[in-house]
Nanobody, 123 residues
Framework: QVQLVESGGGLVQPGGSLRLSCAAS????????MGWYRQAPGNQRELVAG???????NYADSVKGRFTISRDNAKKTVYLQMNSLKPEDTAVYYC?????????????????WGQGTQVTVSS
């Protein structure tokens, strides 16, 4: 059973910083894409930042220059360093990963989501 466990959310003042972590666990054979989405009330879930299977990164235009995604392959963990936070960054942040993992007697490739972590930017 694959699990994605997020941590690091919280309340921060505008201009502040937070670092999110997402650790994948389970009988994982390979991780392809892995990254972060967010969803604010009344909005659709949107990509914030992510790694593709070839190691390249994607960022939403709204966070370029402020957020940085990084990873530790040995720990199967991705991080999202968020600087210069704005009130409009307030949302639930979800970790996502495209993973091949053991499912019963077979390996199967599926998408997985974390439980989400709340980020609130407010004075």
């Amino acid at each position: 059973q694959v699990q994605l466990v997020e941590s690091g959310g919280g309340l921060v003042q505008p201009g502040g910083s937070l670092r999110l972590s997402c650790a994948a666990s389970g009988s994982i054979f390979r991780i392809y894409d892995m990254g972060w989405y967010r969803q604010a009330p009344g909005n659709q879930r949107e990509l914030v930042a992510g790694f593709t299977s070839d190691g390249s990164t994607n960022y939403a235009d709204s966070v370029k220059g402020r957020f940085t995604i990084s990873r530790d392959n040995a720990k199967k963990t991705v991080y999202l360093q968020m600087n210069s936070l704005k009130p409009e960054d307030t949302a639930v942040y979800y970790c996502y990963a495209d993973i091949t993992a053991l499912s019963g007697s077979y390996y199967r490739r599926s998408g997985y989501w974390g439980q989400g972590t709340q980020v609130t930017v407010s004075s």
